[in-house]
């Protein structure tokens, strides 16, 4: 049976005391799923998964991964979610595909067998198995994206959020982008993705967050919350069409 991977509870954040950027922030995510977390520009989204992620210091409140309060435990924390940033130009540090793959995994004192391993599968899961002697800024944009996303995967994440893994990408770009994300979920990772370009993906999701100036204003299955981004500065610029269901809000063909 699915159980909450992650449980915020009650979380706030500020950067100083005057003003606050996250406001007593509750949800919860299933393990394997594939949620969504939306809300225009200053909302809160980036602020947030950096506070679960552990690059920020909430000022209270609960963070339960697996069952386990990890509030105080930054170590674990760090470790057992993935960040993928929005800019994957400033999360690619090697000199090759390869190198940059096996960065993250340096930290972990993994031995060489289990390196090249973990190199063998997420290369080949992200389709990078055919660039790994490649330099990073000969990538397109989507295949960087992959890359940075390949990286994260080599460590062996229990959640994997993902801030605005749409932007600036052109239209094959976004495709693969979307496909792997899929394809992760369908691989059995749980996938937290922060975006104010939800239709590219809301048909995908099993669950969407409304943040509205720090604040978790809705939280439930993607097809009920859709229909209340609008007003909430989230514009969804298919449903200007005539599309009516949710699962028709897709950019991949069926
Ligand atoms: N380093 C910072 N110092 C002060 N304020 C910040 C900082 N980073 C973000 N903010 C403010 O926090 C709020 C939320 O930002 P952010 O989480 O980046 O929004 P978004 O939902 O667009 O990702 C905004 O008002 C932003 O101006
Ligand atoms: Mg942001």
């Known amino acids: 049976m699915n159980h909450p991977i992650l449980k915020i509870e009650n979380l706030n954040f500020a950067f100083n005391k005057d003003k606050k950027i996250l406001s007593d ?3 919860s995510i299933e393990k394997g799923s594939l949620c969504i977390i939306a809300g225009a520009n200053g909302s809160g989204k980036s602020v947030l998964l950096k506070c679960i992620k552990g690059l920020l ?7 339960i991964i697996n069952n386990k309060n990890l509030s105080s435990n930054l170590k674990d924390r760090r470790r057992k979610i993935g960040l993928v940033f929005q800019d994957a130009d400033s999360q690619i540090i090697g000199q090759t595909v390869e190198k940059d793959i096996l960065f993250g995994m340096e930290n972990l004192q993994l031995d060489s067998t289990t390196k090249q391993r973990k190199l063998l599968e997420v290369s080949t899961l992200l389709s990078l198995n055919d660039k790994l002697k490649t330099k990073p800024h000969h990538l397109s944009g989507g295949e960087k994206r992959r890359l940075a996303i390949a990286g994260i995967l080599a460590m062996n994440p229990d959640i994997i959020f993902f801030d605005e893994p749409f932007a600036n990408l052109d239209y094959p770009g976004v495709i693969q982008v979307l496909s792997t994300l899929l394809l992760l979920q369908k691989e059995g990772h749980t996938i937290i993705i922060v975006s104010h370009e939800i239709d590219k993906i809301a048909a995908h999701s099993q669950k969407i967050i409304l943040l509205e100036k720090g604040k978790v204003l809705m939280e439930g299955e ?5 229909p209340h981004l609008r007003n909430h500065g989230v514009y969804v610029p298919l449903l200007d069409n005539k599309i009516k269901k949710i699962e028709e809000l897709t950019w991949l063909n069926h």
């Open 57 to 63: 210091k909430p000022n209270s409140g609960n963070i």
């Open 222 to 226: 993607s097809n009920i919350v859709l």
């Open 25 to 27: 922030i509750s949800f």
